[in-house]
């Protein structure tokens, strides 16, 4: 048996034979098991791979022993044993609800006491109905509980749920909305069949309206004659008839899975879009026993306990490539991967060259991606995001009016700080005139000489008379003696004239001197005058100089004034955007247009706004300082100019957003902690790049809810379009995803073991379920949860 | 007292007027009927603000500015004479001055 799902299961698990006669009448007279061959080659001829006799409320074993012979001889892989009821679940139906149950044939013994529990009445020759010509539903259940197998109910509902016409006889909604909806609510039958292939559009709108889980279609034939398959009838006129695939291994835990996922049922075997770059077989040799694990082309997960290697297989399958910044793969690491595998003499033999790989997201990678903003302009999504928007020609038209503002201020500024500068004029006022008088001094050079020669003869005379005095001692004639006294008397007399005559002239030398030093003093006062007139006529005429030029200097501030005018015409800024699947990548600014609104916003951005101040209020720099927000004391115009060009800059800063349609339509903003969302929706939704996803446990990087809401249909969409090999813990991830291959790595006496299927897989020695149940947290649950009323099987 | 002549015609020809008088111990300074400043005899001051708003910041500047002054003919004595003359050198200078920065030039 195929551990994996390659291909798609063609089913038809409606087919009547001669037993139904009791009902049908001679349409089906000639089914029977003599005539088996002609069912046998139509099955073949169709290409059906599993089938199903289901007559009326009754079971011929034989015929599906022989029908099982079958079973790897053509195109047939498992012949199941199934009755169709007919089950009343209301008093006031007006019909039977017919219900096909499959049955789980791993019991031969039961399956051959389905006979025996349906047996006819020998009165009637009829099966044992308990109301009108059908089964009670506590008599329907009370059959079920004797046959005592597994079962999967499939109702009919021929006719389409949108219909408005009355409910068609025998199918499910015969019963009344109130039923219908407990069925539906109770999932009490697992798939819903219908024939008319035109009924499958409607089907789809009906499982749009209800909830998509709730309802699954499939579709069985109703043959009634083999030679007609797989038509009803030879006389029926129905149009073609298209069989239903299950994506499903051959036996009844895989179509017990199948009718219970509708991502498994499909009216085209399309559960595999055909990719080139497929891992078929991972080929392991552990302590020299050869391991070749079938791959699937969807969901294949790896699990096992910690450290057993599940991630090393990824890293040595893709040649250790990962080993960047992003990966946990540092050089420790993968010697560590090496020493592993050498000391339990393991070899991978398989390698996944880079080409074949799509995307292969390490352990924690994603959320390493998310924190470090690289989502939305790493490698996988920078061609999604179109080119930047230009707001260069919107920022210049700012820039240059910002720059005009700021000119207007310093204007009004320096007007301001001019009008300081004005003062008042004193004119010089005159209080003294000096005199114009000249005056000449009085020469005293007459009176000098004659002083000089009288005080010469007065000197000469008495060095005389010294000398007369010294020839006096040296006589002793009395007669020259008197001679000379007589003459020593004259020069005396001589003498006193003299110093009369001079005593005279320093008189008049004096009163010659004091005139001349009044004449001097009155020269220096009137210089004196003269100075302190200059000084002041020179202070003035400094002072009108400065005074004129503050005038003027003040007249040009006030003509260079300008006041704060600006005309900013509305420009929008429209947002870049590239569609991209569902997506629209998107780049938008901050604002989406300027006008002279936003730009008065603009200049009051910096100010205060308790108490409230404008740009308009503000005369002069000291203003400006009590103004600004957040101030720091440096120059406070190019504080107030940066404050608002910085504000331009953040204002023009383009956002990446991702938008994609909602169910009503509409584009909606993704929030920041929807990365994971888009980025797997992305992921899932690329169809066109070839190659195998693998990723290293999801579950790290997103939350429970977000797995049970999202992730799981994404990587549903996924594994329709490439494969992927996921290592997880996450029951979730497996179970609910159904899987297609479970890789499973186990220990067994220290020796690893590999064990792989797909979900449904069981034989002797591995059963796969058990193992996901076993192996990881929460398993039991999530598959008692997918399982649904299985129980028996899960108790088993 | 001279009475201050009134020019009118196309503007153009318009010439700021300035006439000076004596009122009240004060030199009284009018321009175009107006008066602009005072100065009183008292402290000889002009300030600068009231000739600044109530004379220059109104002139028009597009043209040369030229004064064309009126004295009054009551002034007693020399002293006065030259106030009056001081005050004129004043205007006279401040209208070069702005003559000169605004490169203005007469239209004749």
């Known amino acids: 048996m195929e551990k994996i799902v390659k291909h798609a299961l063609k089913v038809d698990l409606h087919i009547h034979s001669n037993k139904s006669k009791f009902k049908d009448g001679n349409i089906v007279k000639n ?69 096909v149950c499959i049955f789980n ?38 059959i079920l509980s004797s046959i005592d197998l597994d079962v999967i109910l499939i109702a009919h509902q021929k006719q389409t749920l949108t219909s408005t016409s009355t409910p068609q006889e025998n199918d499910a909604n015969i019963v009344g ?27 789809n709108i009906s499982k749009s309206q209800l909830s998509k889980d709730l309802l699954r279609f499939i579709t069985g034939s109703d043959c009634h004659e083999w030679t007609a398959y797989p038509k009803y009838s030879s006389n029926n006129n129905e149009g073609e008839f298209k069989h239903t695939y299950l994506k499903c291994l051959p036996n009844f835990k895989g179509l017990a899975l199948a009718l219970t996922d509708d991502t ?86 398989t390698t996944i060259s880079q080409d074949k790989i799509f995307l292969f997201d390490t352990q924690g990678e994603i959320r390493k991606k998310f924190n470090q903003g690289k989502l939305k302009e790493n490698d996988f999504f920078a061609d999604k995001y179109p080119p930047e928007i230009n707001v260069v020609p919107i920022k210049t038209i700012l820039i240059d009016e910002v720059d005009n503002v700021i000119k207007s201020l310093k204007s009004k500024f320096e007007y301001y700080e001019q009008q300081k500068n004005i003062f008042d004029l004193k004119i010089l006022e005159i209080k003294e005139q000096p005199s114009n008088l000249i005056l000449i001094n009085c020469q005293d050079s007459n009176e000098k000489n004659e002083n ?108 260079n004034k300008s006041e704060i005018t600006f005309n900013i015409k509305e420009e929008k800024i429209k947002d870049e955007t590239l569609d991209y699947l569902n997506f629209t990548f998107i780049r938008r600014t901050n604002i ?8 008065s916003n603009l200049l009051n951005f910096p100010l205060k706004k308790r108490p409230l101040i404008t740009y308009e209020m503000i005369n002069n720099e000291e203003e400006l300082k009590d103004s600004l927000k957040e101030y720091d004391e440096t120059d406070p115009i190019e504080f107030f100019k940066n404050k608002i060009i910085n504000k331009i800059n953040e204002d023009l800063i383009q956002r990446p957003i991702v938008n994609k349609k909602n169910e009503e339509g509409e584009y909606v903003e993704y929030s920041s902690g929807l990365n994971s969302q888009i980025y797997f929706e992305i992921l899932s939704a690329d169809r066109y790049k070839n190659g195998v996803y693998i990723i290293d446990q999801p579950e790290d990087d ?34 609910n995803l159904d899987a297609d291959n479970v890789i499973v790595f186990t220990k067994d006496n220290e020796n690893l073991k590999i064990e792989s299927g797909a979900l449904e897989y069981q034989d002797s020695e591995t059963n796969i379920l058990d193992l996901v149940a076993t192996l990881l947290d929460g398993g039991v649950e999530t598959i008692r949860r997918r399982w649904k009323r299985y129980e028996k099987q899960d108790r088993d | 007292m001279v009475a201050l002549k009134q020019l ?40 600068g603000r009231e000739l600044y708003d109530n004379l220059f910041s109104k002139l028009d500047i597009k043209n040369k500015i030229e004064f064309e002054y009126e004295k009054d003919s009551s002034f007693i004595n020399s002293e006065e004479e030259r106030i009056v003359g001081d005050i004129i050198e004043i205007f006279d200078l401040i209208a070069t001055k702005i003559n000169s920065k605004f490169k203005l030039e007469s239209l004749e």
């Open chain 2, 8 to 47: 009118e015609g196309d503007g153009r020809d318009m010439k700021n007027k300035i006439e000076i008088r004596i009122i009240d111990d004060c030199y009284n300074v009018f321009h175009n009927n107006k008066i602009i400043i005072k100065v009183s005899k008292e402290n000889l001051t002009i300030k």
């Open chain 1, 592 to 599: 989406n247009s300027i006008n002279n609104e936003y730009f």
């Open chain 1, 31 to 99: 089914n029977t098991i003599e005539n088996i061959e002609v069912l046998i080659k139509k099955l073949n001829d169709y290409g059906v791979n599993v089938c199903a006799i289901s007559d009326h409320d009754s079971f011929d074993y034989n015929l599906f022993e022989r029908l099982k012979q079958e079973e790897n001889k053509g195109c047939i892989k498992k012949v199941v044993p199934a009755v169709e009821f007919s089950v009343m679940f209301t008093n006031n139906q007006e019909s039977p609800v017919h219900v």
């Open chain 1, 452 to 559: 000089t020669k009288i005080s010469n003869i007065i000197k000469q005379i008495s060095k005389t008379t010294q000398e007369i005095n010294k020839l006096l001692s040296l006589i002793e004639n009395e007669e020259e003696i008197n001679e000379i006294n007589n003459f020593n008397n004259f020069l005396k007399s001589l003498k006193d004239s003299y110093n009369t005559k001079k005593a005279l002239l320093l008189n008049n030398l004096n009163i010659i001197n004091s005139i001349n030093s009044a004449f001097n003093d009155f020269i220096i006062e009137k210089n004196k005058i003269m100075t302190t007139a200059n000084q002041a006529l020179n202070e003035y005429l400094v002072n009108r100089e400065n005074f004129v030029d503050s005038l003027v200097s003040l007249l040009e501030k006030q003509v």
């Open chain 1, 177 to 203: 909305e109130e039923k219908f909806n407990e069925f539906l609510i109770s999932e009490y039958f697992e798939a819903f069949e219908f024939k008319n292939r035109k009924n499958q559009v409607f089907n």
């Open chain 1, 105 to 142: 044939d791993a019991n031969n013994e039961k399956v051959k006491n389905i006979e025996q529990v349906l047996k006819f009445d020998e009165l009637t020759n009829k099966p044992n109905y308990d109301y009108k010509e059908a089964f009670s539903e506590n008599k329907f259940i009370e």
């Open chain 1, 264 to 349: 498994r049922i499909s009216m085209e075997d399309n559960f595999f879009i055909h990719n080139k770059d497929v891992v078929e077989k991972i080929n392991i040799s552990i302590n020299d026993k050869e391991y070749s694990i079938p791959m699937s082309k969807g969901l294949n997960v790896i699990i096992g306990d910690n450290s057993i290697g599940k991630s090393l297989l990824l890293h040595k399958m893709t040649d250790y490539y990962r080993d960047d910044s992003l990966s946990p793969l540092t050089t420790s690491v993968k010697n560590g991967y090496n020493r592993y595998l050498n000391q339990n003499n393991i070899k991978i033999n």
């Open chain 1, 702 to 735: 997103v939350s429970p809810k977000s797995i049970k809401k999202h992730l799981l249909k994404n990587f549903k969409d996924m594994c329709k379009n490439r494969q992927i090999i996921m290592v997880t813990h996450n029951p979730q991830f497996v179970v």
